[in-house]
């Protein structure tokens, strides 16, 4: 037999073979060269990870995929708020005073989703109008008033500040509460907070002292 005919039947049995293993059936696919470039080795949202697939320890990757269900460092997904990335403690509170508020005044829409938001999580302590009159507040004590003014005074940072890490007997409401929704009730808080009074920049009308003697001297005279 010659070369050149072996070389062919060779050919011909490969490509039989070919088919065959990749055309076994309509409904499935054929075999697949790289399947974890086909197949994405997909992770559910609130499972558990699997140590021999998934590892969310950084010193223990070994053929595993590390995962630990947290964006990249320094990333902001599209239409978030810049973060806050004040740390937990005295230094980060005392800074929190520096930053503003970075949504513009509530609009009559939003006044009333954030009245809703207040009711829900704040009222129960605080009271709907702020006054420390809520139905806990009897029970848990030192609730903050509002209405009074060191809060009124309070910076903006400082009251999100609290709300986002918890302040004395309050929680954190970062897990309740958008970054969002946190600063639109900053802003909610300041409507329930009774308007500084006016300052004018009159000045009262000193008496004119040698009138007056005048006036006594005449008066005495009559």
């Known amino acids: 037999m010659k070369k050149n005919n072996i070389i062919t039947i060779l050919a011909l049995v490969a490509t039989g073979i070919i088919v065959m293993t990749g055309c076994d059936s309509k409904r499935q696919p054929g075999k697949i060269y790289m ?3 086909a197949y994405s080795r997909a992770l559910e949202t609130y499972s558990l990870l699997n140590d021999t697939v998934f ?11 590390f995962y630990n269900r947290k964006p990249v460092e320094g990333t902001i997904k599209v239409g978030d708020l810049f973060p806050f990335t004040l740390p937990f403690d005295s230094i980060g509170y005392k800074l929190s005073a520096e930053v503003k508020n970075p949504l513009p005044p509530l609009e009559k829409k939003d006044l009333a989703e954030t009245a809703r938001l207040f009711n829900i999580n704040c009222a129960i302590c605080h009271g709907a109008t702020g006054t420390a009159n ?6 848990i004590g030192a609730i903050a008033n ?3 003014p060191q809060y009124i005074a309070m910076a903006d940072g400082t009251m999100f500040y609290s709300i986002n890490y918890g302040r004395n007997n309050m929680g954190s409401y970062a897990s309740q509460l958008s970054k969002k929704q946190r600063w639109m009730l900053v802003h909610y808080i300041r409507t329930l907070q ?4 006016a300052v004018t920049d009159a000045k009262p009308a ?8 005048k006036d006594t001297v005449n008066t005495k005279k009559a």
Do not use: V
């Open 206 to 213: 000193k008496s004119d002292s040698t009138m007056a003697k």
């Open 146 to 148: 509002f209405t009074m």
């Open 194 to 197: 009774p308007k500084a009074a």
């Open 134 to 139: 809520g139905p806990l507040s009897s029970k």
């Open 55 to 65: 590892t969310n320890n950084p010193d223990n990757l070994g053929h595993e995929i």
């Open 35 to 37: 399947p974890d470039m």
